[in-house]
């Protein structure tokens, strides 16, 4: 109990000690001992203060996707909840409300491929860029759904910022994944851009991915042909160097097999 080692405490050496170091080394570490405590108090409080907070967004985000009717009141998964579990690529909300409002319908392969570059390029777009005019009315619209996922976001109490969101939104590389999917060279296109061609190639890789998860995404709801259109885009797109195997690579196993020829 706490007056037996209480006793232990005033019998043990340290205590009956008059050494003036090891005084000092006594106060020190209880000073320590104490700073410790303290900071065990302080990261409990900042734990439970992290668990309030992701419970909060937890429940917000839960009342987003009632609102959008990917899930029921009951919180049972819906058939928009399913289409938007088969996309990670990108902004899974958005991808499926442009699925569900059939934005894809009336376009190409080559202009969904274009338009979809917008969600994975991560170069910078300047405020005075102008894309093509066949992309104005798809690209108003693809803001205009963006901007109302934030709003029922931030009617949910989901801390978003409008203008960040839509700054995700990045055209800059647009025109120039169009003129890839129409079968330009990739010398062609790297001349359209001040882009660099590393950039390019990343985000053509990624737009790949995204396609081929839409076309997942449209076949979990039945749509055969959108699914195709989708699986198109990826065929335009997946050729020449952009998706060639590393040519170090491909060098380092042609010189290897000349070298077993050899011996």
């Not at 205009?144 to 976001?153: E, M």
Request: a positive charge; glycine letters at 4%; hydrophobic letters at 40%.
């Amino acid at each position: 109990n706490a007056e037996y080692m209480g006793d232990l405490v005033r019998q043990s050496v340290v205590h009956k000690s008059k050494d003036p170091m090891l005084q000092h080394n006594y106060a020190r570490l209880k000073q320590k001992m104490e700073v410790q405590a303290a900071v065990d108090v302080l990261k409990k409080q900042a734990k439970d203060a992290t668990k309030a907070v992701m419970r909060t967004e937890l429940k917000a985000k839960l009342r987003i996707l009632r609102r959008l009717e990917y899930t029921s009141e009951d919180n049972v998964i819906q058939t928009k909840g399913r289409v938007a579990c088969e996309v990670n690529t990108a902004d899974e909300l958005l991808l499926t409300e442009l699925i569900f409002n059939g934005v894809f319908n009336d376009l190409t392969a080559e202009h969904i491929v274009a338009l979809m570059s917008c969600l994975v390029n991560t170069e910078f777009t300047s405020s005075d860029y102008q894309p093509p005019p066949e992309f104005q009315q798809p690209l108003r619209v693809l803001y205009d759904v963006c901007k109302r996922v934030v709003a029922v976001s931030i009617e949910s109490n989901l801390q978003l910022n409008e203008e960040k969101e839509l700054k995700k939104i990045s055209p800059s590389m647009l025109d120039v994944t169009y003129a890839w999917a129409k079968g330009a060279k990739f010398n062609q296109i790297c001349t359209m851009t001040e882009i660099f061609e590393g950039s390019i190639i990343r985000m053509l890789r990624r737009l790949e991915e995204l396609l081929r998860q839409l076309a997942g995404a449209a076949r979990a709801v039945g749509d055969e042909a959108l699914s195709q259109k989708f699986l198109d885009g990826i065929t335009k797109i997946k050729r020449d160097i952009v998706f060639a195997a590393s040519l170090y690579l491909s060098k380092k196993k042609k010189k290897k097999k000349k070298n077993s020829a050899l011996i």
